[in-house]
Nanobody, 125 residues
């Protein structure tokens, strides 16, 4: 399984970014796809996730109302729209794929699914 991310970058507080993730190399029909993030010295935080079987979308409380996840126009792609960004959103964002959203969203569970290479989001005040 390969997850290729694009997007990310540096913006000022209040700005927007768009992350995309293209998944390939798997054959199962239903899957969960989303993002988690990790800042230096902090634990992993599930950001958002949805499943192709209709479960979700889920959002971390810290991003509700500001981030939006959706399927991309191409098959097996996902988009994370980040609006009204805050400095505390600064982190490396990883696209993640698993059989359900629970391990993607929960920092209490070890993640054994698939993840992308990560893309940096930096928000300055």
């Amino acid at each position: 399984v390969q997850l290729v991310e694009s997007g990310g970058g540096s913006v000022q507080a209040g700005g927007s970014l768009r992350l995309s993730c293209a998944a390939s190399g798997f054959t199962f029909d239903d899957y969960a796809i989303g993002w988690f993030r990790q800042a230096p010295g902090k634990e992993r935080e599930g950001v958002s996730c949805f499943s192709t079987d209709g479960d979700g979308p889920y959002y971390a409380d810290s991003v509700k109302g500001r981030f939006s996840v959706s399927s991309g126009a191409a098959r097996n792609t996902a988009i994370l729209q980040l609006d009204n960004l805050k400095p505390e959103d600064t982190a490396t964002y990883y696209c993640a794929l698993d059989l359900s959203c629970r391990p993607i969203m929960s920092s209490q569970l070890d993640f054994y699914g698939y993840r992308g290479q990560g893309t940096q989001v930096t928000v300055s005040s």
